[in-house]
């Protein structure tokens, strides 16, 4: 935009550069390390997701967490031992067991929380803006339910236990659940798993910016502005929230899938309403609608708690062991939503246009 | 038979306690058009710092009512307080800011409240003590504790008070007037303001008085209680018609039967495919019918419409 | 044969009824006025016109073709577009964003086509961008084209609005008080772009408060008082009718 080209190109190839060598320093300071990244790019991706709904289309969704639930169960039913071992009759029909690879997963996992997403969408098409929040929420809490009791009569879900033994991708004959070698040189199965998702992070920020600069991302910022100035010119409304929901569903999937290969087991623990609201959290108060400040926000709350992790210790020991890592990061986080709405409405890194277009907020 | 009979009583009890939360949704929504997230934490806060009072006043001697009834002004005073403080400090700033904002707020204000609750009581559930006679009373079937009736006719009191503010009084004609037209009442000489600090206080009262009563029906107390409770009452709120006051009782009402008679007889409905662990969803499926078929709830909305 | 006619139109609002009966006959290319006390229901004949809301009765007719207005984005598509009486633009959006939207109907590539960059894809928006920047000049105010809507004056504004509209490729262009709180110079200006607009096929139906715009501009008007039609005409007849001149100045002022 104000660069010229040679600017821009020359940024983003060393931006490039550095992040796929990234891990490869980490390695070196420890595995922990690398794992706080490739979760940290799970998160981007599910942020981009929530961004296209929340920021593009300006649908607040609390309940978001449910497709990234979907995803991560689909591909645990489909490459685990669990089906097998509870249907006499699957066992039957795949005598080695459920293994899908990762070339029908994305596509299968996209598709699947597409459809929960316009399932979603179509009873919330006419809701007003609080109205929306609160029957998303609802929404993903009722699929964490579901997932947490679906044991009786039939046992899919294995209820709170959960499902385990999940295999890990393999991206071209390459399982990434196993260490590389590249004669001496040992890349850790984590590095792999991250380069997958930073792979998969770069496709979405791509298809992310290519649809806001379309028509597509104009008529969902015209709905967001006004739905009813949108309707006049003749814009489907429905329709495009419809899309909005089913693509960052989409994303959400995907990363779910991805999430449940890395971990190796899912849970309905790892699918709460605190993730959804985190996830509104790092979109909004990354900048809302502007892919570099969500990327920014999706990163700093990803790693917030690992680096909390360093600090907590000690103030564990002064507060008498009442706060740890975990309380503290929600306290932060609350404080964050709290904070950044009053000081900074439209987020730490808005698009160009919004900053200036945000009314002082602060106003006593 | 009596089991349903039991679970009406059940149900209509549960109600009541949703109905006063209910009510505080519902009023300041239709005042400031914004949904209160933070406001099933003040039930919360409200049960935690009776409990606080209570175990203070444990060895003191007194009869066990006395200190409940001790309880309850300073459970109300701290809600009263906290709840204008949220309305002043994190709310009041962002009256003109876009939608998103104060949502976002109120969220963050949310889990605020849970968090620091947790630091303050620690995490772990702590029983509330049975300060009422535990023997329940026959009514020749179905039984009701002490507890309940109390419930029952403090929440008849507390609705009956209501009706009086909000009809017969200053205050009550100015929330009334506020909440139909906020400028016009403007003009007419009443400070905005004013008419929204008071109404958050008044929802923080009912909600501190809920908070107690849902401790000592149900015997426990945790930081996370007021989640659900306000998710509910949120949804009995809309149910009724959101800003519209007989509705939130109406529609709360409603809510705490379906949900007593759902979980008892859910299995039964379903031949044992769902459990009553799915009870909790009911509020959830039924805002989201309510909200598809009639959005403006049983008795209508009370608030204009932004078009 | 008339453009737009809509016949015995009522809508009611709980107690208070809007429009009763209300019939407005349009002639293709005719600037047609309508005009009434406040309150008389032009924007609620406006709203029911194009589908914002539902009318109780009444039949609609656009280019002889009946046409039942229930879903405001299928009148769009009909060829009604319309400008707001409290001027609803996107506000954060640029002017050119804005009309670009505007241009939405009558383009078509949709998701995958943008995100697959096809050849489809960019010749179209090439084009939208065209077309756009054209009708921002056409209105006169492609100088504002990167600023976003909000910061432009309030003139401006409501040119934007009429740019975006027009962006739709309308048949019938329908004005809510687009003279509203305009200055004589602006009101001049605006009155040459609707001429213009007519000029170029389009019929434009108008509601207006200032009488010497309306007199010079509509060949015919409707007027509306208590949600009836009182009077219709050109605008000679209207001015000189006294159910019209009893309507906005009272009894007592007849003759």
Known sequence: MMQPMRHRWLAFITAGIGLLLLPLFMQELGAGWVRIVALAMLYVLLALGLNIVVGYAGLLDLGFVAFYAVGAYMYALLASPHLAETFAAIAQHFPQGLHTPIWMVIPLGAALAAVFGVLLGIPVLKLRGDYLAIVTLGFGEIIRVFLNNLEHPVNITNGPRGLDRIDPMAVWGVSLGKPLLLGDYRISSVTLYYWLFLALVVLSVVICHRLEHSRVGRAWMAIREDEIAAKAMGIHTRDMKLLAFALGASFGGVAGAMFAAFQGFVSPESFTLMESIMLVAMVVLGGIGHLPGVILGAVMLAALPEVLRYVAGDIQNLTGGRIDAAILRQLLIALAMIGIMLLRPSGLWPSPERRAATPGAARA | ?307 | ?255
């Open chain 2, 1 to 307: 038979m009596d089991i349903f009979l039991q679970q009406i009583i059940n149900g209509v009890v549960l109600g009541s306690m949703y109905a006063l939360v209910a009510l505080g949704y519902t009023m300041v929504y239709g005042i400031v058009n914004l949904i209160n997230f933070a406001h099933g934490e003040v039930l919360m806060v409200g049960a935690m710092v009776s409990w606080t009072v209570i175990s203070f006043l444990a060895g003191s001697g007194m009869p066990g009512w006395a200190i409940l009834l001790l309880s309850l002004p300073v459970a109300i005073a701290v809600c009263a307080a906290l709840n204008f403080s949220i309305e002043k400090i994190a709310y009041r700033p962002l009256r003109n800011a876009p939608r998103l904002a104060p949502l976002i707020t109120a969220m963050g204000m949310s889990l605020l409240l849970q968090t620091l609750a947790m630091i303050i009581w620690k995490p772990n559930p702590k029983p509330f003590p049975q300060l009422l006679p535990v023997e329940p009373i026959n009514l020749g079937g179905p039984v009701i504790t002490v507890t309940q009736l109390l419930i029952l006719l403090c929440t008849g009191l507390i609705l009956a008070l209501l009706v009086y503010l909000v009809n017969a009084t200053r205050l009550g004609r100015a929330m009334r007037a506020t909440a139909e037209n906020p400028k016009v009442a403007a003009l007419m000489g009443v400070r905005p303001d004013l008419v929204i600090s008071a109404t958050f206080v008044i929802g923080a009262a009912l909600a501190a008085i809920a908070g107690i009563m849902w401790a000592a029906n149900y015997g426990t107390v945790q930081h996370a209680m007021g989640f659900l409770p306000g998710l509910k009452a949120f949804t009995a709120a809309v149910l009724g018609g959101i800003g519209n006051l007989p509705g939130a009782v109406v529609g709360a009402l409603l809510l705490g039967l379906v949900e007593a008679i759902g979980a008892g007889y859910l299995g039964d409905l379903t031949g044992g495919v769902l459990g009553s662990h799915y009870a909790d969803i009911f509020a959830f499926a039924a805002l989201i019918l309510v909200l598809t078929l009639r959005p403006s709830g049983l008795l209508g909305e009370r608030v204009a419409d932004r078009a």
């Open chain 3, 1 to 255: 044969m008339s453009f737009l006619r809509v016949e015995a139109v009522s809508k009611r609002f709980g107690g208070l009824q809007a429009l009763s009966e209300v019939n407005l006959s349009i002639e293709a290319g005719q600037i047609y006025g309508l005009i009434g006390p406040n309150g008389a229901g032009k924007t609620t004949l406006f709203n029911v016109i194009t589908g914002l809301y539902t009318a109780d009765g009444g039949r609609f007719e656009l280019a002889g073709r009946s046409y039942k207005p229930t879903s405001v984005h299928q009148v769009a598509l009909a060829g009604i577009a319309r400008t707001f009486q409290n001027i609803r633009l996107f506000a954060e959006m640029s002017a050119l964003d804005n009309v670009r939207v505007g241009c939405h109907i009558r383009s078509k590539v949709g998701a995958w086509g943008a995100v697959l960059r096809s050849r489809s894809f960019r010749e179209e928006e090439a084009s939208i961008i065209a077309r756009a920047r054209s009708l921002l000049a056409y209105v006169g105010i492609e100088r504002y084209a990167d600023q976003r809507a909000r910061t432009l004056s309030y003139g401006d504004q409501r040119r934007l609005e009429i740019a975006r509209a027009l962006a739709t490729e309308p048949r019938l262009l329908a004005l809510d008080e687009p003279a509203a709180g305009m200055n004589a110079s602006e009101k001049r200006v605006l009155r040459e772009l609707i001429e213009r607009i007519r000029h170029d096929g389009r019929t434009v139906l108008l509601i207006e408060h200032d009488v010497k715009l309306v007199a010079h501009l509509c060949d015919r008007i409707t007027v509306l008082d208590y949600g009836r039609c009182i009077a219709e005409g050109s605008p000679e007849e209207v001015q000189r009718d006294p159910a019209v001149i009893e309507a906005y100045l009272g009894t007592g002022h007849r003759g």
